[in-house]
């Protein structure tokens, strides 16, 4: 039986991005993407030696970028 009471918020699950997915959410260019992993500009990791992006963090990311001006 399932304890999950219908009353109650599900946590949500961080949402986990490929560089394509990021680049879209984003509204950048896949090849920006990859220029900004190379130059060590944007967060991500590699999981089993592929980039992964996660939404909560790229959106701090975006928004402090924003704010520099």
Known sequence: ???????QPRRERTQIMTPKEAAKYLGFHLVTIYRLLKKHEIPATKIGGQWRFKKDVLDAWLLNRMNRG
């Open 1 to 7: 039986m399932d304890n999950i009471q219908p009353d």
